[in-house]
């Protein structure tokens, strides 16, 4: 046990912490432990590899990618932002404040946390820059912001979890809805205050652009979300197709209504994009390995047989699980998290009378904070490749809002009426 | 004492038929041998998807898995057969047709020179029908969008029914039917059960036209390297699970049937007459989709004898 | 060593190229299948799996660019306080881990692809050869060996990045 702790945890730590890159980081802890199985399966290195990425969902990961950045030069973004601040410009924190608007609208049309963060992240980090808020900042409070993403739904992880624990998935997304606005009032509240205490500018009433105008001119914007809710809600298409609908609308809006794109500039954008997916997936690739010979080594199963023998309270159990998640989530993304907490504590939680929804809830809410808490979440990844903010910077940055989500998290787990009203309300 | 030999045994679902084989083989397994080999248990996909820990059990990086056999259609043609519609009457006749020595023979080592050999086979659910809006009978699927596995079976199948198969992984099934993408899925009761499919589908067309039978198979490198008698116990705990899992099959069945409506759902149940004409349709659907291929042409009559011969 | 930089970044560049178009590929099909669907009641039945195998290529074909622009994410907290003669020895650590597992990589994959080959495997629904789609994996991850080999030249002889 003290060795798999030390190859599963030390070992990736200490090389991120030397600057490896972070995939090779992840491959070394995943390979070294593979070579400490039984009859140590090497050419699981292959089919693991190949397997990580064999995940229909993570198609819409480079779709909203591109989506995002398409939107971002095609002059989708600039309209959209332009109206939000109409709406909020003359409240201190305008920028911030929609900024955290824009995330849950954007996480009613997507199931990711980190297409959400790709997308409004593009579109949202310039003006906030520009507006003089810190890369720090600015950064931070977009990587964690998108996780309402993958609160509200859709929610892959949702159904990542549903999957599993074969709970209901509709019920799963509906539990997500209250929770998801939680933290979107909470967030705002405190990007708000913030403002208001370091006195940022309102604009004026006179450069303050009129909200009708603007609501004209980004019509075609707005009209994005409409077309991507009404086409999931209406039977055309799932939400990972959702994301590849996105890209065409974009293309196509850009492209002929705002006139700002010439077909050239779609390819090098496309290119762009696919140099940054390809950065991003090869740390899925990596982490499906890592997942597989952690999976194999029993280690979860054996910290989840520890946890029963203690026989406690069910708040201890949640409390301890809780703190449990938050240090898997700092090494992994929700994904391989799930699939490999999920079948270990499951059990557990029926066994003390825990409702199945509500834990899937705080599982996907603690399990997605970790794509923003140091040291390895993949929204650090995409704000530090995507905005050009060092890794070290926005480690520091993140921990108010880690501070600001564990409240939620302790809020969403000690009140489970949160997350089941609107699930009793339905029924 | 800490085992010489350790087994991964993977799974795509969990808690059901399947999952007891497992419990009962790992049971069988690690008493007969003392604790010199243990089976570890990964239901659920937990090794990853379908395709990939097939390859993994071909490559040796894992060593056993169980799949039904249509998924290994990519390593060889003729391991769809037994998905044919109509090949077997029900569960207990599906079980006396694998479990003949000729049927199993052929199907054990038909994978062996692409590095899997199958140890044990037994038949765990008949495949049914839901469906988002109340139909009466088989003919009111037509037109409908129903999610499919895709193999070429399905596809013909489905074919036959005037229906529109959609391929779909299994989890975007539930929002697909939710908001009305499909209006439909195949596949067995109690999937439909663990997905909690009554909740937005809840009009099951039984029409069991398919039986789902799981072969178990070991990576051929891994098992040729065991000794002997080690060989020999994992063969005769696989025959015994088997046994054991099919007296359990049956009850789960009926289990999951009732939980059906217990949940809220509605059975449609084909009158003798609509069986008939439904059978006529499908009949030859397993002829027709073998035919396109010689060697899958000769299995599928091969097989079929076999089942004819174990009908009754 | 000039002109194994230029015939390095034209490589990789080309590779580059093919993963946007694998890329322009998933756009592409995503929407045939939404339409055939949708409008003519027609699902592509391989779509799924051949928007899968786009990405997985496209993934590791960009792969060889990331290295040789040494665009990889990671964390350079620590390691751009350290200068000298020591920075050189860390870098050189890192060099060799990195080349130490795509080695590995190709090592065991290269036999995997061979393999795969031999038995003739398709893919499930498309009936892809599985060899083509597995083989970028060695393929992404021998060319990356080459890469950090250089870099690795470059970096005993005290040259710089190209
Ligand atoms: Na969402
Ligand atoms: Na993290």
């Known amino acids: 046990m003290i060795v798999d702790v ?37 050419h699981a290195v292959q089919s693991v590899l190949f397997g990580s990425l064999n995940n229909f969902s993570l198609l819409a990961i480079p779709l909203f990618v591109l989506a995002g950045d398409l939107m971002a030069q095609g ?8 109206w939000a601040l109409a709406g909020v410009g003359g409240v201190r924190g305008s920028l911030p404040l929609a900024a955290v608007a824009s995330a849950t609208t954007f996480g009613a049309m997507s199931g990711s946390a980190s297409a959400c963060l790709a997308a ?13 808020y810190s890369e720090g900042y600015s950064g931070a409070l977009l990587a964690s912001t998108a996780v309402i993403g993958a609160v509200i739904p859709p929610s892959i992880p949702m159904i990542i979890y549903g999957v599993v624990a074969q709970q209901s998935i509709p019920d799963l997304f509906l539990a997500g809805v209250l929770p998801g606005l939680l933290i979107a009032l909470v967030i705002g509240v405190y990007v708000w205050m913030k403002a208001r205490h370091e006195k940022q500018n309102v604009l004026a009433t006179g450069e303050r652009p009129s909200f009708l105008r603007e609501t004209k001119e980004a019509s075609w914007s707005l009209a994005a979300p409409v077309v991507i809710l009404g086409g999931i809600y209406g039977g055309i298409f799932t939400p990972t197709e959702a994301a590849g609908v996105a890209v065409i609308y974009s293309m196509l809006v850009s492209r002929y209504i705002y006139k700002e794109l010439t077909w050239r500039d779609m390819w090098r954008i496309t290119s762009e994009s696919m140099y940054l997916v390809g950065r991003l997936i090869v740390i899925f690739a990596a ?39 938050l240090i898997v989530g700092a090494f992994l993304d929700p994904p391989p998290a799930l699939l490999i907490l999920t079948p270990v504590f499951f059990p557990i939680f029926q066994a003390a009378g825990v409702d199945p929804i509500h834990l899937g809830l705080i599982m996907v809410v603690n399990l997605s904070m970790g794509m923003f808490t140091p040291p390895i979440g993949v929204n650090l990844f995409i704000a530090n490749v995507l905005f050009k903010i060092d890794i070290g910077v926005l480690y520091r940055s993140v921990l108010p809002f880690v501070a600001l989500y564990v409240a939620i998290l302790m809020i969403l787990t000690y009140v489970p009426e949160i997350t089941l009203f609107a699930l009793h309300a339905f029924k | 004492k800490d085992p010489a030999y350790v087994v991964r045994l993977g799974s795509p679902t969990m808690n059901d038929t399947v999952h007891h084989w497992m419990k009962l083989f790992k049971e069988g397994v690690e008493k007969r041998t003392e604790g010199e080999m243990r089976i570890d248990l990964f239901p659920a996909s937990q090794l990853g998807p379908i395709q990939r820990q097939i390859e993994a059990v071909q490559f040796g990086a894992q060593e056993m898995y169980t799949i039904p056999p249509e998924f290994l259609a990519g390593i060889d043609k003729r391991f769809m057969v037994v998905s044919a519609p109509l090949m077997f009457e029900d569960l207990e006749h599906g079980f006396r047709t694998v479990q003949d020595p000729e049927f199993s023979k052929f199907m054990f080592e038909l994978g062996a020179n692409k590095g899997i050999i199958g140890i044990s086979m037994f038949c765990a659910d008949p495949t049914s029908y839901t469906f988002t809006e109340p139909l009466q009978t088989y003919k009111d699927a037509e037109g409908r969008k129903v999610r499919i596995f895709a193999s070429d079976m399905e596809r013909e199948t489905i074919h036959r029914l005037g229906a529109t198969g959609v391929p779909m992984s299994l989890g975007e099934v539930l929002p697909a039917l939710q ?20 909740g937005s589908a809840k009009y099951l067309l039984k029409t069991e036209e398919s039986m789902v039978c799981p072969l178990q198979f070991v990576s051929r490198r891994w098992f040729e390297s065991l000794p002997q008698d080690l060989q020999k116990i ?14 359990f099959a049956l009850g789960f069945l009926a289990d999951n049937y009732k939980s059906w409506v217990d949940n809220g759902g509605v059975i449609v149940e084909l009158n003798p007459e609509q069986r008939e004409e439904m059978r006529a349709k499908l009949e030859d659907v397993g002829k027709t989709v073998a035919d396109k291929d010689p060697a899958t042409a000769k299995a599928y009559s091969q097989l079929r004898a076999i089942a004819d011969r174990t009908r009754q | 060593m000039k002109s194994i930089d230029r015939v390095v970044a034209w490589v990789t560049s080309g590779l580059h190229f093919v993963a946007t178009l694998m890329l322009v590929g998933i756009v592409v099909v995503n929407a045939a299948n939404v339409i055939g669907r949708y409008i003519f009641n027609r699902p592509a039945e391989t779509a799924d799996e051949l928007m899968i195998f786009m990405l997985t290529i496209a993934v590791f074909l960009c792969l060889p660019r990331c290295t040789n622009e040494d ?54 629904a498309a009936k892809i050869p599985m060899w083509i789609v597995h083989s970028v994996i060695p393929l992404g991850f021998a060319l990356a060996c080459v890469i950090i080999l250089l870099s690795i030249v470059r970096l005993l002889r005290g040259w710089g990045r190209p």
Request: charged letters at 15%; hydrophobic letters at 55%; a positive charge.
């Open chain 1, 6 to 42: 030390l190859v599963f945890f030390g070992l990736p730590l200490t090389l991120l912490i030397l600057g490896a890159p972070i995939y090779a980081a992840i491959f070394a802890s995943g390979l070294t432990a593979l070579l400490l199985v039984p009859n140590a399966p090497i």
């Open chain 1, 75 to 82: 002059g989708l973004a600039k309209r959209l932002v332009s």
């Open chain 2, 179 to 198: 908001q009305g993408v499909i209006d439909g899925a195949r596949t067995t009761v109690s999937i439909f059960n663990a997905f909690k499919f009554y």
């Open chain 1, 287 to 325: 982490a499906g390995l890592y997942a597989w010979a952690l999976t194999v080594s029993g280690l979860a199963q054996k910290l989840g047989t520890t946890v029963t023998e203690w026989q406690l309270a069910t708040w201890q159990l949640l409390l301890i699980f809780n703190v449990l998640m």
């Open chain 3, 71 to 124: 665009a990889h994410i990671r964390m350079n907290l620590l390691r751009d306080r350290i200068s000298g003669k020591a920075r050189k020895v860390w870098d050189l650590l890192l060099e060799l881990l990195h080349f130490g597992l795509a080695a590995f990589v190709v090592y065991v994959g290269a036999p995997s692809v061979a393999q795969l080959f031999s038995w003739g495997q398709v893919s499930e």
């Open chain 2, 234 to 247: 994992l063969l005769e705990e696989a025959k015994a699970a088997d046994i054991a899992t099919h007296q």
């Open chain 1, 120 to 132: 409004v992240g593009r579109i949202m980090y310039p003006d906030l820059r520009k507006a003089g």
